[in-house]
Every structure is written in C-alpha cells, then in structure tokens.
C-alpha cells in the first residue's frame, strides 16, 4: 500500500520512518522541497505535486502547523483529474471547531477524516510510541486503518467523532505547558538558593512533585540553562491559544494556563521564539 505523508517536519518525518519500517511504500510532500530530498534518501517516494499526491494513494497522513494548512493541504490533493483520497489521517494539533468542520466537509465528499493528535515528542515519533488521539469514524479505524496508526504510535485512543480527540490534546497541552512554566519557577528559586540540583531532581523523580515533564526537560534544557531548541516554541504557544479559544467557546476559565501564557507570549516578544520554553527562566530570575 502506498501512504501519502503530507509535513516532513521534526514529527513528520520521524512518523513517515516509521511507516517504512512498517512495509509501506510512503510518499512524502512537504512544502520545503529539501525535506522531500532528503526523505527519498531514506526510501520514500516522491510526487511532482499535491494534485499528484492525491491521485497515488487513497491513505493519506499529514502532519501540519495549523488548521489553515490542513484546508489547503486538502484543496490541493482534490484538485487532480481522479483523486483517489479516501481516507485523511490528521495528525496536526488544530482548532475544535476547524477539525469539526473540514469532517463534515470531507464526508460531503465520501472522504473519512480523522483529527489524530499526537503526544510523546520527536523520541515518541522516532520509536513508534506516540499516544495518537483519535476522532471520526470508528468502524473505519478499527477495521481499515489501525494497522497504520500502530505502525506510528503505541497508545491509539478513540474518542468519538471529529473534534473530540483535538478536545483532548489540548487539555494534555494545558497540563504539559502549565506544568514547566512551574518547574522553571521552582528551578529558579532552586538555583537562587544555591541548592544541589542533582539531588534535588533525584529526590523529585521518587516524589509528588514528579511528572514526565520534569523528567524529561529539567536536566537536558532547564537545569543547565540550555535554551537551545530546534522547533522553539511557537508550536506550543499556538496550543494554548487554542486551548483558551476552547475554554472560551464552553465559557470555562483557566488562570493558571493565561499567567503561563504571558510568560511565553512576553519570551517570544522579546525575540527568543526560536529558543526552547525554558528560556521563561529568564523573565522570572528578573522577578517578572
């Protein structure tokens, strides 16, 4: 079977690896042309056009920054004289709204969209282990498509119809996010009092205060100050705006997610969206 993969990017590509250690043939798309290049070295394939893209395969899955891209993405692999897209898997982090929407759009059209959020990080992507969210419809999931969604991730779980799995992706934004902007406020105060950091993380790691996203950021980026990242985080500050838009719209309020909101949006303001999230660290050793 061959797989279109639309968005070569840090996740993308890793996904469409693992696609091909899977046994697919996978037809990569992306709109930096050197990322189609270098994916064909490792055994993709490769198309002239999305027009083409979606006259190939019937399978396609895209990894994309936002909902505006994915409509456009769309648009083009419609757009040949006898596309044969049947089935969208939507891997982007989108709005509620928007993922509801171009479902209903693409059912109009006999086409099975499912919004397909991923969590786990480029080491997720890289090993097949990422938690996939899933919205659309389940029969087609379960019978057609799940041997693909396991190529790509461990934990594959269905939520209902579309939009519900971008639902949950964003509160898991909202955990993930909230969640550092506090630990780089306690690793401030940690290093203002001049305390052991390596015992301190080790006693961390086997007490309340754990989470995986401790493990995970504090002894690469926020221990060491290491504010060199190569996604940066404007991905993570389009998240929270949608996650605020979507408390918005079920008039629920999140304090806690708006005070570490204008921490990033003030770090991006001042120049530092390509740096890693930590770099907030920065703004709090200033007292605000």
Not at 152 to 177: C, D, H, P, R, V
Not at 189 to 204: F, G, N, P, S, T
Not at 209 to 223: A, N, W
Request: proline fraction near 3%.
């Amino acid at each position: 079977m061959k797989i279109g993969f639309i968005g070569l990017g840090s996740m993308g590509t890793r996904m469409a690896r693992c696609l091909l250690k899977a046994g697919y043939e996978v037809v990569g798309f992306n709109r930096t042309k050197e990322k189609e290049e270098a994916f064909a070295k490792e055994g993709g394939l490769r198309v002239s056009s999305l027009e083409e893209l979606g006259e190939t395969c019937e399978t396609v899955v895209a990894c994309l920054p936002n909902d505006s891209v994915v409509r456009d993405m769309l648009r083009g692999l419609l757009n040949g004289k006898n596309p044969r897209l049947k089935y969208f898997i939507d891997c982007s982090t989108i709005d509620v709204t928007a993922a509801e929407e171009i479902g209903a759009e693409m059912r109009a059209k006999g086409i099975f969209y499912f919004d397909s959020p991923v969590s786990g990080g480029p080491k997720g992507a890289e090993e097949g282990t990422l938690t996939i969210m899933v919205g659309g419809d389940e029969d087609v999931l379960q019978n057609t498509l799940m041997p693909i969604y396991r190529a790509m991730g461990k934990n594959i779980l269905y939520f209902g119809e579309n939009g519900s799995a971008q639902k949950i992706k964003l509160i898991n934004q909202i955990l993930t996010w909230v969640n550092h902007a506090v630990i780089c406020e306690a690793a401030v105060l940690a290093k203002k009092a001049h305390l052991d950091e390596d015992k301190m993380y080790d006693c961390l790691m086997t007490s309340f205060g754990y989470s995986r996203v401790l493990e995970v950021t504090y002894k690469s980026h926020i221990q060491p100050e290491n504010y060199s990242n190569p996604t940066g985080m404007k991905m993570l500050v389009k998240d929270l705006k949608l996650a605020q838009k979507f408390a918005q719209d079920y008039g629920a309020v999140l304090p806690m997610t708006d005070t570490a909101m204008k921490l990033y949006n003030q770090a991006i303001a001042d120049g530092h969206s390509e740096e890693d999230q930590c770099v907030i660290m920065e703004q709090l050793k200033k007292g605000l």
